[in-house]
């Protein structure tokens, strides 16, 4: 992984229809949950537990991004 990249973990990423990002089993999927990514530029990095490879979306195909706030509990 990119050393220069800010990661944020147990993040949802929900695509916009028609992309898709390999899940853990390498199936196409359109929302991912628990996955690490980075952003940089008009792309988004997107690390998956179980799968070797980070996978790059560039911003048109990104519908919505989560990941918890650094030091704030949800309740």
Do not use: C, K
């Not at 990095?45 to 980070?54: L, M, S």
């Not at 048109?60 to 991004?65: C, D, K, S, T, Y």
């Amino acid at each position: 992984m990119n050393g220069r990249l800010t990661w944020h973990e147990d993040a949802t990423v929900e695509l916009t229809p028609g992309y898709t990002l390999l899940d853990a089993d390498g199936a196409p999927a359109a929302r991912l949950t628990a996955v690490r990514i980075a952003l940089e530029g008009g792309f988004v990095h997107v690390a998956v537990p179980g799968v070797n490879d980070v996978q790059v979306l560039s911003a048109p195909g990104i519908h919505r991004l989560s990941y918890p706030h650094p030091g704030h509990e949800l309740s």
